[in-house]
């Protein structure tokens, strides 16, 4: 009887508990896969001109230290056109440094290539930021987001938004 009367709580205890152990494991998403969804929302800010939404992504460190507003207006700016399509955006991993098997420091980076406007300009966005900073936190977030022109061979042209260090 003991024997049955545990096997019927273990069984109630896995199932209970069984769900959150698979939320969990479905919550897990990898530094490509968050490069990836930082890489969208940059390109969603930039189709939309969301400059709210483009400022919350940088780093506290970029946001005290400069005039988001000015670059980001800029930016906009420089894109000449409305936005009617672009390549699925891509994150991938960058740099790391590593102490005693954990990440001090994790850059992540991202681009979107084959931005058409409306007036038949063409641009590529890419963007880096730190998913770790473990001796300043305050760097972790977007660091620099990048337009270039890429609408002929010769121009290349670039507006930035951020990083100085």
Do not use: W
């Amino acid at each position: 009887m003991y024997l049955k009367n545990l096997k019927i709580m273990l069984l109630i205890v896995l199932t209970l508990t069984g769900c959150s152990f698979m939320d969990g494991e479905e919550e897990y998403q990898s530094p490509m896969e968050y490069a990836t969804e930082q890489a969208e929302y940059i390109m969603e800010c930039i189709v939309n001109q969301d400059k709210e939404g483009l400022k919350s992504v940088f780093s506290k460190y970029i946001s005290e230290t400069h005039d988001l507003d000015k670059e980001i207006d800029e930016f906009f700016e420089f894109i000449d056109g409305e936005i009617v399509s672009y390549d699925e955006p891509v994150g991938r991993e960058g740099g790391a440094s590593l102490a005693y098997g954990e990440y001090r420091e994790k850059e992540l980076y991202g681009h979107t290539e084959n931005i058409i406007t409306d007036t038949g300009k063409k641009y590529h966005v890419s963007f880096m930021m730190y998913q770790i900073y473990e001796t300043n936190p305050d760097y972790v977030g977007v660091d620099l987001i990048t337009v270039t022109d890429k609408t002929s061979i010769e121009d290349g042209e670039r507006k930035y938004i951020g990083l100085d260090r």
